[in-house]
């Protein structure tokens, strides 16, 4: 059974970096999409970014671009999300997902078209 386990969330002050990584276990990793979603509390889950098998091409949501890079190892089955100059409005627990077919393009922002989701880590940005 593929299952995905993300880590690398804390408590950072604004202006800080993290760097999240999601590790999958089983499955082709290499063959699908993978993509970063994040729901603050009181919120609806939104898309962050989104990688092609390669690594090739990537998406990302406006209001993280420049900030945030979205990166794969296919070698070692883990999706990474490196974020910089954080601000209080990035708080949110963040998942990683894989796409719901293999072989798309990763166009897709929508969280129902990913059918396969990590446990979450929560990231906090203080003041």
């Known amino acids: 059974q593929v299952q995905l386990v993300e880590s690398g969330g804390g408590l950072v002050q604004a202006g800080g970096s993290l760097r999240l990584s999601c590790a999958a276990s089983?499955?082709?990793?290499?063959?699908?999409?993978m993509g970063w979603f994040r729901q603050a509390p009181g919120k609806e889950r939104e898309f962050v970014a989104a990688?092609?098998?390669?690594?090739?091409?990537?998406y990302y949501f406006d209001s993280v671009k420049g900030r945030f890079t979205i990166s794969r190892d296919n070698a070692k089955d883990t999706v990474y999300l490196q974020m910089n100059s954080l601000k209080p409005e990035d708080t949110a627990v963040y998942y990683c997902?894989?796409?719901?077919?293999?072989?798309?393009?990763?166009?897709?922002?929508?969280?129902?078209?990913?059918?396969?989701w990590g446990q979450g880590t929560q990231v906090t940005v203080s003041s």
């Open positions: 990688i092609s098998r390669s690594g090739a091409t990537t």
């Open positions: 089983g499955g082709t990793f290499n063959t699908y999409t």
């Open positions: 997902a894989r796409d719901r077919a293999p072989f798309r393009f990763p166009s897709r922002t929508a969280s129902a078209e990913y059918d396969l």
